[in-house]
């Protein structure tokens, strides 16, 4: 027994130099050089140290053959911006589907924060960016090409601003019908999205509350449901409040017969407006209207239920102003919160004029039809 140990334990001190050897040849493979070297020049771009990194970066391109890469081709693009670099940065935009698809059989670098970390501080000093492209004095193709490139990748992404970056491109392909960014600018840059119809819909329900001014009926407290039709900046609306009131006054049923002051009656304010939005971006759609509607108020006598109800309809005139926070989550995409304030104005009889003011705060959402365009 003793004799096997001191035989193994030879021969692990005799094995233990090539384990060294082989452990060393591990910390040199071209893989770990590339990830070391990506770190290293992650650490210096974050201390703004641009001739080191310039530095790096060609020591990571001499890595790279037919096997390994050392960067993805956007990382490229980003680093050479940042380095001034515009000689060799359209050297690497003039490629093809050749160029691309070969680096489907390579070795890509290890997920980390490089990508990440250069997209955040090119958004945020974009200026210097652009400051270096407009010092480079580049030919009018060069700048133009490139100035479009920073618009395409620092804004964020949206239907909107893909279709501007698109409207763009078409431009330069036609100013420049042979230009050696063709591949890039066609199949990189220009892409898809989706443009929104003119025509939409939507709906809200929503709790309200309001008052009322004369001898009509004062709201409390109640519910509605609104239904909306876009058209461009244009809102129809249409909905209903039901609402508990109060009369404010004795009322007249029938026969004499009285419904006194302070009954709790049945209160429906039907409305029909249409509005034109003054404000409608990615956070807000604010819309004034004008429109008709109605208010029919109902009850029975509480100490003679068997007379008529109080049954009477009154015809208004609305105005009204509403304001959609739009939400950007998953899940309630184009949906919001609705904050509506209508007043409606009717005439009592008698010469009396009254007014109906209505507050509500709902939740819903609204959508348009969409079609793609490449």
């Known amino acids: 027994m003793k004799r096997k140990i001191v035989i193994l334990t030879l021969l692990l001190i005799t094995m233990m130099p090539a384990f060294a050897q082989i452990e060393n040849e591990m910390q040199q ?136 970056v698109n409207e763009e491109l078409d431009k330069f392909l036609a100013k420049y019908p042979n230009t050696r960014y063709e591949w890039v600018a066609k199949n990189i840059i220009h892409m898809s999205y989706y443009e929104e119809s003119d025509w939409g819909y939507g709906a809200y329900f929503d ?43 004795d009322r007249m049923i029938s026969d004499g017969e009285l419904c006194p002051k302070g009954t709790n009656v049945t209160w429906i304010s039907l409305y029909a407006s249409l509005g034109y939005a003054i404000i409608d971006n990615n956070s807000i759609r604010l819309t004034p209207s004008l429109g008709v509607g109605g208010i029919s108020e109902s009850c029975k006598n509480q100490q003679h239920p068997e007379y008529e109800k109080l049954d009477k309809w009154y015809f208004t005139y609305d105005g009204s102003l509403t304001l959609d926070v739009k939400f950007h989550r998953p899940l309630l995409e184009g949906g919001g919160i609705r904050i509506r304030y209508n007043m409606g104005v009717c005439n009592m009889g008698n010469n009396e004029i009254s007014t109906m003011h209505m507050i509500s705060i709902g939740i819903g959402g609204g959508a348009r039809s969409t079609k793609k365009v490449n």
């Open 207 to 249: 709790l309200c509350t309001g008052f009322s001014t004369g001898s009509m009926s004062r709201p409390v407290i109640g519910i509605g449901l609104c239904f909306d039709i876009y058209y461009k900046r244009l809102t129809m609306y249409m909905g209903y409040d039901l609402v508990g009131a109060k009369t404010t006054i």
């Open 29 to 164: 493979t071209k893989k770990v050089k590339i990830e070391n070297g990506r770190a290293y020049l992650l650490e210096k771009f974050l201390e703004r140290d641009y001739e080191k990194v310039k530095e790096i970066k060609d020591y990571l391109k001499g890595l790279e053959d037919d096997n390994y890469c050392a960067f993805y081709p956007w990382e490229l693009w980003q680093l050479l911006y940042w380095t001034s670099e515009f000689d060799a940065l359209s050297v690497e935009f003039s490629v093809d589907s050749t160029d691309f698809h070969a680096l489907d059989n390579k070795v890509m670098p290890t997920k980390d924060q490089l990508n990440q970390q250069l997209y955040i501080h090119s958004v945020d000093d974009e200026h210097i960016l652009r400051s270096n492209l407009q010092n480079a004095q580049l030919s009018a193709e060069d700048n133009e090409f490139f100035s479009i490139f920073l618009d395409w990748n620092l804004k964020p992404i949206s239907n909107e601003n893909q279709k501007v």
